[in-house]
């Protein structure tokens, strides 16, 4: 059984950084797509950063794009997403998961995650 624990959320002002990881335990994440999703109250998940570990090429939504870092540490089985120049619309619960299933490099294929850490909640001030 797959485990998925994220960790390194908190609260920052507008402006600030932050640091979240995720653990996972149970399975290799071996030439698979990881990603960070985020879910604000009242609006729908959406696949924020992902990253295929067999080559490290990474994805991310526009709103992120320069800002945002994702990174995967292949010993420790541990994924990073380094946020900076943090925004009040970037507060949300901030989820990582696994794209097992696939051994291609669509990790944009944002439905196609599963194994889903129970979150880290983000807040920013402006």
């Known amino acids: 059984q797959v485990h998925v624990v994220e960790s390194g959320g908190g609260s920052v002002q507008a402006g600030g950084s932050l640091r979240l990881s995720c653990a996972t335990s149970?399975?290799?994440?071996?030439?698979?797509?990881m990603g960070w999703f985020r879910q604000a109250p009242g609006k729908e998940r959406e696949g924020v950063a992902a990253?295929?570990?067999?080559?490290?090429?990474?994805t991310y939504v526009d709103s992120v794009k320069g800002r945002f870092t994702v990174s995967h540490d292949n010993a420790k089985n541990i994924l990073y997403l380094q946020m900076n120049s943090l925004k009040p619309e970037d507060a949300a619960m901030y989820y990582c998961?696994?794209?097992?299933?696939?051994?291609?490099?669509?990790?944009?294929?944002?439905?196609?995650?599963?194994?889903w850490g129970p979150g880290t909640q983000v807040t920013v001030s402006s």
């Open positions: 998961a696994r794209r097992p299933r696939y051994y291609d490099r669509l990790c944009y294929a944002w439905s196609e995650y599963i194994n």
């Open positions: 149970g399975s290799a994440n071996s030439n698979i797509c």
């Open positions: 990253i295929y570990t067999g080559s490290n090429a990474t």
